[in-house]
C-alpha cells in the first residue's frame, strides 16, 4: 500500500518539479532589474551636441582675442612706460590690463578646439589649466574693478594725507595698500588655482572640453564657484554704493560751487563713473545671474538631456558676454586714466597728421607729374609746328 501510494505520487512530485523548474527558466530574464527598458540612464551617457555653437563662438572669440589684445597692450604700454605717476588706481589697471592679457591667451585654445569640431588634444590637465586660468583672471578682474571703486571712494571721502596716499604697515614697513590688496589677490588666487586642477572631475575626458561637467563627486568645486558667485555680487554691490556716492558727492560739489575751475569736470566724472558701472553690469551681471542655475545642473544626477543642453547653450552665451569684458576694459582705462586719454589722442592726432601729410604729398607730386606731362606735350607740339 505504502509502495503504491509511493509510485503514484512520484510522476505527481517529477512533474511539479518540472513545471518549477520550467517556471524559473521562463520568468527568470523577466525580472525588472534585467530589462533594459526599465534601466535609468546615468549623467554621462547624456551626450550634449553643441554643433550648432561650433563656429560662432570660433568667430566671435577669434574677434574679442584680437580687439581686447591691441586695447590692452596699448594700455599696458601706457601705464609702464608713458604715465609716470605712481598713484593706486594706476597699479590696480597696471594688474587688470595683466590679467586681461592672461584672459586672452586662454581664448586661442578654445578657437583651435572649436574650429576642431569640439575635439580637445592636449589632455585633461591642459583643459583644466586654460579653463581656470580663464576662471580666475575673470574674478581677478571683478576684484580689481572693485579695489577701483573701493579707492576712489576713500580718497574722495578722507582728507588730508588719506587723500594722498592710502598705506598698509606689514612688518614696520609702510606699504602702498594697492601693492598689498594686488599680491594678496594674486597669491590667493594661484593658492586656489593648484586644487582646482589637481582635483579629478566625475569623468576625465581628455578628447573633450570646455563643456557642461556633473560635479555629483567633485561637489567642492561647484561649492568654490558658489563662493565666487557671492564673492561677484559683493563686488557688485560695493561699485553701487561707491559710484552712487562719489556721483553724488561730485554733482554736489558742481552745483553748490559753481565758480570752481573744475566744477564742470567733476559732473563729468560723475556721468563716467556710471557708464563704468554700466560695463561691469552689461559684462558679468548676466553671466553670474545664470550661474546658480548652471551650478545646480550639475549636481542633479537626474536632470533630463534636454534641460542639460538648454543649460549648456545659454552657459557659453553669457561666458562670451563675460569675455567681452577684456575689450571694454581699455575704454575704462580711456575714461579713468587721463594719461591713457592724453596719450590716445596724440597718437591718433599723429596719425591723422601724418596720413594728412602723406596725402598732400601724393596730390603735391602728381599735380608736378600732370604739370611736367602737360610742358613736355606742349614743346614736343611746338617743335612738330
Known amino acids: 500500500m505504502n509502495i503504491s501510494t509511493a509510485s503514484s505520487l512520484l510522476p505527481t512530485l517529477v512533474n511539479t518539479d518540472t513545471i518549477s523548474l520550467f517556471s524559473l527558466s521562463v520568468t527568470s530574464p523577466t525580472r525588472p532589474h534585467m530589462t533594459s527598458s526599465s534601466v535609468t540612464p546615468k549623467p554621462s551617457m547624456c551626450l550634449l551636441d553643441d554643433t550648432a555653437l561650433r563656429l560662432p563662438l570660433a568667430f566671435l572669440y577669434s574677434l574679442l582675442f584680437l580687439l581686447g589684445l591691441v586695447g590692452n ?18 597699479m590696480f589697471l597696471i594688474n587688470c590690463a595683466i590679467a586681461d592679457l592672461v584672459l586672452l591667451a586662454c581664448l ?11 575635439h580637445w588634444l592636449l589632455g585633461h590637465v591642459a583643459c583644466k589649466l586654460v579653463g581656470n586660468l580663464f576662471y580666475m583672471n575673470m574674478y581677478i578682474s571683478i576684484t580689481l574693478l572693485g579695489f577701483i571703486s573701493l579707492d576712489r571712494y576713500l580718497r574722495l571721502k578722507g582728507k588730508g594725507r588719506v587723500k594722498r596716499s592710502l598705506a598698509v604697515r606689514l612688518c614696520g614697513w609702510s606699504c602702498p595698500w594697492s601693492w598689498v590688496a594686488c599680491g594678496a589677490l594674486w597669491g590667493l588666487s594661484l593658492a586656489a588655482l593648484v ?36 564673492l561677484f555680487w559683493l563686488v557688485f554691490l560695493m ?35 556710471f557708464f563704468v558701472l554700466f560695463l561691469f553690469t552689461l559684462c558679468f551681471a548676466p553671466y553670474h545671474i545664470f550661474r546658480p542655475i548652471y551650478i545646480l545642473a550639475q549636481l542633479n544626477p537626474t536632470a533630463p538631456c534636454d534641460y542639460l543642453r538648454v543649460v549648456d547653450y545659454v552657459n557659453e552665451i553669457m561666458l562670451l558676454f563675460s569675455a567681452f569684458n577684456s575689450c571694454l576694459d581699455p575704454i575704462m582705462y580711456f575714461l579713468i586714466s587721463g594719461s591713457v586719454r592724453k596719450t590716445a589722442r596724440h597718437a591718433l592726432k599723429n596719425r591723422l597728421s601724418n596720413r594728412l601729410f602723406v596725402q598732400n ?25
Not at 609702464?80 to 598713484?87: D, E, G, K
Not at 586661442?108 to 569640439?118: A, D, L, Q
Open 239 to 273: 561699485l553701487i554704493v561707491s559710484y552712487a556716492k562719489i556721483a553724488q558727492r561730485l554733482i554736489k560739489v558742481s552745483r553748490d560751487k559753481p565758480d570752481l575751475p573744475n566744477a564742470q569736470r567733476y559732473e563729468r566724472t560723475a556721468k563716467k563713473s
Open 108 to 118: 586661442p585654445f578654445r578657437i583651435f578646439y572649436h574650429m576642431n569640431g569640439n
Open 361 to 385: 604729398e601724393v596730390t603735391s607730386n602728381s599735380s608736378t607729374t600732370e604739370f611736367r606731362r602737360s610742358s613736355v606735350h606742349v614743346a614736343l607740339t611746338r617743335t612738330a609746328d
Open 195 to 230: 586644487p582646482m586642477i589637481a582635483t579629478a572631475e566625475d569623468k576625465e575626458d581628455k578628447h573633450k572640453c570646455f563643456q557642461f561637467k556633473h560635479r555629483q563627486l567633485a561637489k567642492g568645486k561647484a561649492y568654490f564657484n558658489v563662493v565666487l558667485v557671492a
Open 73 to 90: 597692450l596699448f594700455a599696458l604700454w601706457v601705464f609702464l612706460f608713458v604715465n609716470a605717476s605712481r598713484n593706486s588706481v594706476r
